[in-house]
């Protein structure tokens, strides 16, 4: 079954104390690490680590027109940073993953189980 690592990390633009560069290292060593992991276990299925907030773009379609803008939809203190999906056999591995995920020290992971998947050209339930 697959499932979605999905990250919410602090934005790092905010005002608040910036990582050292050191500090910035580790983490993407430690990440590289973790996703090597999942490779090598045979469950890694994607990753991605998003850009900031600031430079996302909205689309939306209102009454029939689409609208195209810069900026996040909403502003909060903690923005989507990332997402792992990978297919293990039950919700307690999952979790296992999950405890293992290095960005949880300073941001939240959330656990999903997909409810379909597209699969080689396919949509494929759960």
């Known amino acids: 079954m697959r ?3 999905v990250f919410h990390a602090p934005e790092l633009h905010d005002g608040g104390p910036q990582p050292s560069p050191e500090v910035m290292e580790e983490m993407q ?3 590289s690490d ?3 992991a999942l490779y090598s276990a045979g469950v890694f299925i994607a ?3 998003l850009e900031p907030q600031q430079k996302t773009t909205t689309v939306t379609r209102r009454g029939g027109s689409v609208v ?3 900026g996040p939809f909403a502003a909060t ?3 989507l940073a990332g997402v792992f ?3 293990v056999e039950s919700r307690d591995a999952a ?3 999950a405890e293992r995920f290095p960005g949880t020290n300073y941001g939240v992971l959330e656990v999903r189980a997909a409810a379909v998947s597209y699969i080689e050209g396919r949509w494929v339930p759960a």
Request: proline residues 0%.
């Open 3 to 5: 499932y979605s690592l």
């Open 29 to 31: 060593r430690l990440m």
């Open 77 to 79: 203190k903690e923005a």
């Open 68 to 70: 195209i803008e810069d």
């Open 47 to 49: 990753a991605e680590m």
């Open 95 to 97: 979790l296992a993953w």
């Open 85 to 87: 999906v990978i297919d």
């Open 34 to 36: 973790y996703a090597d």
